[in-house]
C-alpha cells in the first residue's frame, strides 16, 4: 500500500452562517489521476485552495508528506502585477531554460503583455509556469478553458508522461476520460470517491442515486422523487436523450446524403427541395489580412438544421468565418447569399445583457411570463429548466457564479426566437449536468447551430458537421462529428503505401448494415422502450400517494420491486438501443 502525500481528515469550511462542507476527508497517494467533479458552487476550486494550503480549513486537519510540492492552475491566475507573460511563467521559480522549452512547445510567445494577452495565451503561461514547476501533486482547474485541440492533446500527452498525482476540474469529458484512473464527487458537502476513471462515472453516480433513491423511498415516496431530480437533473432524461442522439444520427445522415451527389439515394425531408432549407450559401470565397490567409476557395452550405462545428488553432480565423457568413465581413471575392429568412441571435460572451440587471429583467424583462418556441412559460418554471432555484429571480445576474451566468445567459438567447444561433465556446465554466442540458436544449432546436467549440466530446454529442480551419486558408469540411474528422485525418497521414504484388489476398468484405437480427432487434426496441416508460410511469404514480405505505405496505413493497425491475430493464433496453444505434452508424460511414 502506497504511503500518502496529503491526507484531509474531518475538513470543515464555513460558509457565511452554514458549512460549505464539514467532514470532508481524503487522502491522496503519489499514483492518484483524480477527476473532481460537482456542480457550479460545489466547492470544487475552494477544495483545491484547501488541498494546496491556500485557504486554511476552519475545522478538521490537512497534512503533507515531507517536502511535497504542489503546483495549482486557477481558472483564472492574477498576472496584473507583471509586465509580460514572461515575467509571470518565471515568477513560479522554474529554471529559464525549462519555461523556454515548455512555451516553446506550446507555441507561446512569453514577451507578450499580459495586459494585452488573449485568453488562450494567458492560460498557456500559466501552464508553463505550473508545469515547469515540475510539482509531485498538481492541481488544475479548467485546464482546457481557452485551448485550441492541438494544445489540449499536447497536454493531455505531456501529462500521461509525468509521473505527479493530478486532481483535475474540467468539462472537457474527452480530457478527464483520457488522463483520471479515479473519480472524486463533491456533491452537497459530502465527498465520494471512486476507484473509476471518468469513463465510469455516470455508471457510478447512477448507481449512487438509484441507492439513494431506495433508501429515501423507504422513509417517504415524496422525497424520493425529490431526491432523484435533485441529484440527477437532466441526466436522468435518458428517454430524451435517447431521442436527441438518434435525431442528431438521422440529421447527419440527411446531411451525407445531400453531399453524396444526384445518382446516390436521398432520405425524404420536409421539403423536396433541398435548395429550399438553404440559409446561406458561399461559393468560393477568400479573405485575407495583408499576407495571411483566412479563408481560400471556400464554399459552404449552411441548411436548416445543420448544427455545423466550427474547429482550428486559436487564431485560426474561426471567428472571423462566422463574421463573413453573417454578413458582418464582406469577401475579398467569391459570393455569399443568405436566405432573406435569417434570423440569428448571437450569444454574447461578454455577457453585456447581464450589466445591472436582476434575473428576471434578463429573462423576461421584469415581467413574470415569456415565450418559448411560440408557448408562454412562466418565469420561475422556466428557471428551474436551467437547472436554477427560483429563489433567485430577484438577485442580481452579476453576483451569479461564472458558469451560472453563462447558464442563464443560454436560457435567455434560446428563448428568443430565430433561425440561427451562433455559440462561442458554450461550455466554458459548465458544470456536466449544465452541459448535458445544453446538449439536449440543441437537439431540440428547431434552427441552424454554428458553433466553436474545442470540446471534442461535446462536438461528437451535438454536431452534424465539421468546419476544419488550418489558419493558412484551407478549410475541411467532414460530415459527422469531432472523432469522424479525426479519424479520416488519421487515415489520410497513415494510409499505408500499396505494395507490388503479383497476387493480393483480398481483405474480408466490411459488412455495411446490421445483420437482419440486429437491424429488427432496433426497429423493436424504440417500441418496447415507449411499453417500459409507461409500466414506470403507472407505478410511480400509485407510489405518489402518501399513505399507501401506511394503509398496504405488502402493495408499497410490491411496487418498489416492480419499479426497480423495470428500471433496470429500461436502463438496458436503452444501453443497448444506443449500441446498435451507434454500430448503424458506423456502418453507413
Not at 415507449?530 to 402518501?546: V, Y
Request: hydrophobic share 40%.
Amino acid at each position: 500500500m502506497p504511503e500518502p502525500i496529503l491526507t484531509l481528515e474531518s475538513v470543515g469550511l464555513k460558509n457565511g452562517a452554514g458549512w460549505l462542507f464539514d467532514g470532508l476527508s481524503l487522502t491522496i497517494d503519489a499514483r492518484d489521476r483524480l477527476a473532481l467533479i460537482g456542480r457550479n458552487g460545489a466547492g470544487k476550486s475552494t477544495l483545491q485552495k484547501i488541498i494546496d494550503g491556500t485557504i486554511e480549513a476552519d475545522a478538521g486537519r490537512r497534512a503533507t508528506a515531507s517536502g511535497l510540492r504542489i503546483g495549482r492552475l486557477e481558472q483564472d491566475p492574477p498576472m496584473a502585477a507583471f509586465a509580460t507573460l514572461g515575467d509571470y511563467a518565471l515568477a513560479g521559480g522554474a529554471a529559464d531554460h525549462e519555461v523556454a522549452a515548455l512555451a516553446d512547445q506550446l507555441g507561446i510567445d512569453l514577451a507578450r503583455p499580459a495586459t494585452t494577452a488573449s485568453g488562450g495565451e494567458r492560460r498557456r503561461a500559466a501552464l508553463v509556469r505550473v508545469l515547469a514547476e515540475a510539482p509531485d501533486l498538481l492541481l488544475l482547474d479548467e485546464p482546457t478553458n481557452h485551448l485550441d485541440i492541438a494544445a489540449i492533446e499536447w497536454l493531455e500527452s505531456w501529462l500521461e508522461r509525468s509521473r505527479c498525482a493530478l486532481v483535475v476540474i474540467s468539462h472537457d469529458r474527452a480530457f478527464l476520460t483520457s488522463l483520471t484512473k479515479n473519480c472524486l464527487w463533491l456533491d452537497r458537502g459530502t465527498l465520494r470517491r471512486a476507484e473509476v476513471g471518468f469513463g465510469g462515472f455516470d455508471a457510478w453516480a447512477d448507481a449512487v442515486a438509484a441507492e439513494e433513491e431506495r433508501t429515501a423511498q423507504r422513509l417517504d415516496t415524496k422525497l424520493r422523487a425529490e431526491e432523484h431530480w435533485l441529484q440527477r437533473g437532466v441526466t436522468a432524461r435518458r428517454k430524451r436523450n435517447m431521442g436527441r442522439l438518434a435525431k442528431l444520427m438521422e440529421l447527419r445522415e440527411t446531411r451525407r446524403s445531400l453531399d453524396r451527389g444526384p445518382t446516390s439515394a436521398r432520405i425524404t425531408t420536409e421539403s423536396s427541395d433541398p435548395g429550399s432549407k438553404i440559409l446561406i450559401d458561399a461559393r468560393g470565397i477568400s479573405l485575407a489580412f495583408g499576407p495571411r490567409a483566412i479563408v481560400h476557395d471556400l464554399s459552404l452550405r449552411v441548411r436548416k438544421g445543420d448544427r455545423i462545428g466550427i474547429i482550428g488553432p486559436n487564431g485560426a480565423g474561426k471567428s472571423t468565418l462566422i463574421k463573413l457568413l453573417l454578413g458582418k465581413l464582406a469577401p475579398d471575392s467569391g459570393e455569399i447569399r443568405r436566405s432573406a429568412n435569417l434570423a440569428p441571435t448571437i450569444i454574447d460572451q461578454h455577457r453585456q445583457r447581464l450589466k445591472g440587471r436582476t434575473v428576471r429583467e434578463v429573462l423576461a424583462d421584469g415581467g413574470e411570463w415569456l415565450e418559448v418556441n411560440g408557448a408562454k412559460k412562466h418565469v420561475a418554471g422556466y428557471l428551474k429548466e436551467y437547472l436554477f432555484d427560483a429563489g433567485i429571480l430577484d438577485a442580481a445576474a452579476e453576483t451569479l457564479s461564472g458558469g451560472e451566468q453563462s447558464r442563464l445567459l443560454l436560457a435567455r438567447e434560446f428563448a428568443t426566437p430565430s433561425t440561427l444561433m451562433v455559440l462561442d465556446e458554450p461550455t466554458n465554466d459548465l458544470d456536466m449536468e449544465t452541459l448535458d442540458l445544453i446538449e439536449e436544449v440543441i437537439g431540440d432546436y428547431d434552427g441552424t447551430v454554428l458553433l466553436v467549440s474545442h470540446d471534442r466530446a461535446f462536438l461528437d454529442r451535438v454536431v452534424t458537421m465539421i468546419v476544419a480551419l488550418d489558419g493558412n486558408g484551407k478549410a475541411e469540411i467532414s460530415v459527422g462529428g469531432w472523432s469522424d474528422w479525426a479519424a479520416r485525418q488519421q487515415a489520410a497521414t497513415s494510409a499505408p503505401k500499396p505494395k507490388a504484388t503479383p497476387t493480393p489476398t483480398p481483405a474480408p468484405k466490411k459488412a455495411s448494415k446490421l445483420s437482419y437480427k440486429d437491424a429488427r432487434e432496433l426497429a423493436d426496441l424504440p417500441t418496447r422502450i415507449e411499453a417500459l416508460n409507461k409500466d414506470i410511469a403507472t407505478r410511480e404514480a400509485a407510489l405518489a400517494d402518501p399513505d399507501l405505505y401506511t394503509k398496504n405496505p405488502a402493495r408499497f413493497a410490491s411496487l418498489t420491486a416492480e419499479l426497480d425491475r423495470l428500471r433496470e430493464t429500461l436502463e438496458t433496453a436503452e444501453l443497448r438501443w444506443l449500441e446498435l444505434a451507434e454500430l448503424e452508424e458506423q456502418l453507413a460511414g
